[in-house]
């Protein structure tokens, strides 16, 4: 028997495997057969079409197509370069009269007419700002991010935006990297399933006044993998690492119908993405089939000279078309070389054309020729519309990790009629829309304190006290803090990071908690009353301190515009926390990369991690355990599950089978809960050495207290292969380890056998 304490909401999803489409299934090289959307779909009228346009272009407009340009930074010049036809698309417009503005000059003004495409980086909401996608993820739901990736896509539909740099499908095991805020966590299959769910809702039908639009998964590829947790820094790792790790995300979300992709800043093995034929050309384009727009991240082409790797642009924008590239974001690369490149007869004019092919069709499948311009009175019913608010409290909810309760003191007792709220995030709007908040308002943000407010009643006395800053040195309201705390019945704690503090070139060799808020917690703990933490941050903190002295953690995540009434209902107990997991927290820097599904080496320690200084001789630090902190899928919740009759129904399978696994999950607690249920494998004995534990399906369930239900998991057993010896795909035969389970260190284990 195991059991976990868990959770509350009710919404049973199918795993990541069973959802699908509208469209018709198109076979893929992988042979999983998931629809095709239409930015990858064949269609003789758009080719047609396509072809007819580029017969009357010049090469410098055909070079204007792949032009990429911000009118932020010399808007009287890029207006005439639209003008001159030398512009493609553009990039961060915000205001829905300058979007039409701009699309008129290129619509009524250039010689051919081509519309504009204005992309955007909706990250995690346009104005209704969501939870981060680090937060999002601890859901576990991607029906529920796919519906708020779908209402992004609304509200960025009404503003003007066509094209949408999303969503951020990078996997991430270095919480020093800020940009961990962005994507979904440590494991490639969960990175999948919401890269999937994301892609799907911001390329839904049916968005503010008929208009479609186009994701962009990014950023293509291993940029999580950057040494150190610096942001752009060097990746070096195997082929068999990128093809099994940080390349399923993405596969996904081209399979999805993804109409774009955005390459990375990093260099991989001493070429940058940006001019790196293997992952734009061989991988994408021959392995994968591939016929979508390959975008390059800001002035990432440009930045091939401070590489190394090339002179000038010139160089660049040779090097650049040479591997792939179809798009130049703002380096100018592009534009002021590549026409030249083509005359010299260094690039061909075939190359170019290939390019301008994938774009035209985007635009026509689009439906910007017929659709140029956005009406200016859809934000008005759009934009941080009520619907979008309660949806955004909703994943808000659902996000946030109940770390740890000891004593039950979560949720507070009826008995409680004094609480002091104290904190730098208590009343703080700004931080709580996290990184990159796109056209998000502090003043749409709904604090803690505000949502404390709504939900307590008149009975219970609120005294709110800031303590000190997020960051820097200011002076301490110790004093207060002390006397507010000595006052309550208890202590809610609400510290954590700023929204600048990670996200892009937002990198930290320390993850405590910053500036003065540690001595502040101390403090407040010394008082020796029940206290409360609750962080609010981009990624996961070095919280052993905590961990040791407070006796309940609330991982709030920068939980977006209804953060604040989220923590409040969880923690007064009107919402059971339902959150777990999607990255490891680690005990101390110095176990940094620290995920669950590592290998087992020569010399493995104890499943627990724990310091055998009797047999040194092991993969092991002589002063800290090898465990995290809170591993991947951890969470709790204010009832208790159990776990129980696994089953394997499928004790042996062939490599076209499926494997069945069951078991039994119960809700032995009082009240109603959420639970993941949560299907791990380990490949025994392979060619190439096998991670200790692989995430392979998950299920969302609802349990009632006292309610028991049979989870079933149906996995193709082609899901259990990896990339051998020779790089190919194969599932091997032999024995396989399964557990069910709460998370990714317990559970219920069986085994099964693949047989030949």
């Given amino acids: 028997m195991a059991t976990s304490s868990e959770l509350t909401t009710s919404s049973e999803l199918t795993t990541p495997s069973e959802h699908t489409t509208s469209l018709e299934p198109t076979a893929l090289p992988d042979g999983r057969g998931h629809a095709v959307h239409r930015y990858t779909e064949h269609d003789p009228a758009v080719e047609a079409r396509v072809a007819a346009l580029l017969a009357k272009m010049t090469l410098d407009e055909k070079v204007g197509q792949m032009n990429q340009l911000s009118p932020h930074s010399d808007q009287a010049a890029v207006e005439e370069a639209i003008r001159a036809g030398a512009v493609g698309s553009v990039l961060n417009v915000w205001d829905v009269a300058a979007v039409n503005r701009l699309q008129r000059i290129a619509v009524e003004e250039s010689r051919l007419g081509i519309p504009l495409i204005f992309g955007a980086d909706v990250i995690h909401g346009y104005r209704t700002i969501f939870p981060i996608p680090l937060a999002e993820a601890s859901t576990w739901d991607p029906a529920l991010l796919e519906q708020a990736a779908r209402a992004a896509a609304d509200e960025a539909a009404a503003s003007g935006t066509d094209w949408i740099f999303a969503p951020m499908v990078d996997i991430a095991r270095d919480p020093r990297w800020g940009r961990i805020a962005e994507g979904a966590g440590e494991d490639p299959f969960l990175g999948q399933a919401m890269a999937r769910a994301r892609v799907r809702g911001f390329q839904s039908e049916g968005l503010a006044g008929g208009k479609r639009i186009v994701s962009c998964p990014k950023h293509y590829v291993a940029y999580g993998a950057a040494e150190g947790g610096k942001d752009y820094n060097t990746v070096d790792i195997s082929e068999r690492t990128l093809r099994d790790t940080y390349l399923p995300p993405f596969k996904a979300a081209l399979e999805e119908g993804a109409g774009s992709i955005m390459s990375s800043f990093n260099e991989i093995a001493g070429l940058p993405a940006s001019a790196n034929a293997f992952i734009l050309r061989q991988i994408l384009r021959e392995e994968l089939g591939w016929p979508g727009v390959v975008l390059s991240d800001y002035d990432a082409i440009g930045e091939l000279i401070q590489h190394g790797l090339a002179a000038d642009l010139n160089e660049a924008a040779l090097k650049a078309v040479l591997a792939g590239e179809d798009v130049d974001m703002m380096s100018y690369a592009f534009a002021n070389h590549l026409a030249g490149l083509v005359r010299e007869g260094k690039v061909p004019e075939a190359l170019i054309d290939e390019a301008v092919k994938r774009i035209l069709r985007l635009k026509v499948l689009l439906g910007i020729f017929e659709q140029p311009y956005t009406d200016e009175s859809l934000q008005s019913g759009v934009l941080l519309c009520e619907d979008y608010r309660e949806l955004a409290l909703e994943v808000a909810r659902k996000s946030m990790i109940l770390l740890k309760n000891e004593g039950g003191v979560l949720p507070l007792p009826s008995k409680v009629t004094r609480i002091a709220l104290i904190g730098p995030l208590a009343d703080n709007q700004q931080d709580l829309l996290g990184c990159w908040s796109c056209a998000g308002r502090a003043a749409d943000v709904e604090t803690v304190l505000e949502g404390f407010r709504a939900v307590l009643p008149d009975s219970v006395t609120l005294h709110y006290v800031k303590g000190c800053e997020v960051e820097g040195d200011a002076a301490l309201d110790l004093d207060g803090a002390v006397t507010a705390a000595l006052d309550a019945d208890v202590a809610v704690l609400v510290v954590g990071e700023s929204a600048m503090m990670s996200g892009e070139a937002h990198s930290r060799a320390y993850l405590g908690l910053p500036g003065r808020q540690q ?78 599904a590592h290998k087992s080496t020569g010399r493995p320690v104890n499943e627990r991690g724990v310091i055998q200084f009797n047999r040194a001789h092991r993969t092991q630090y002589l002063d800290e355990l090898t465990t995290p902190l809170y591993g991947f899928g951890f969470g709790l919740s204010y009832t208790t599950f159990e776990y129980r009759e696994l089953r394997v129904e499928t004790p042996q399978v062939t490599q076209g089978d499926t494997l069945v696994v069951s078991a039994t999950v119960g809700n032995i607690g009082t009240r109603a809960g959420d639970e993941v249920v949560q299907l791990y494998v380990q490949d025994v004995v392979g060619e190439i050495t096998r991670p200790v534990r692989e995430l392979k399906e998950f299920k969302r369930i609802s349990l009632e207290a006292g309610e028991s239900r049979r989870v079933v998991f149906e996995m193709p057993v082609q899901e259990l292969g990896f990339h051998g010896l020779d790089m190919r795909y194969i599932v091997e035969p032999g024995e396989f380890r399964v557990w069910i389970g709460p998370n990714a260190y317990e559970g219920l284990i069986g085994s099964f056998t693949v047989l030949p």
């Fill in 519 to 596: 001595a502040l917690i101390e403090a407040v703990v010394a008082t020796g009353k029940p206290v409360v933490a609750v962080v609010m941050s981009g990624r996961p903190l070095v919280l052993s301190w905590m961990a040791e002295h407070v006796p309940a953690t609330l991982q709030a995540w920068h939980g977006g515009v209804r953060a604040g009434r989220a923590v409040a209902e969880i923690v007064m107990g009107h919402v059971n926390p339902s959150g777990r997991l999607v990255v490891s927290f680690p005990r101390t820097e110095g176990q940094i990369p620290v995920h669950y």
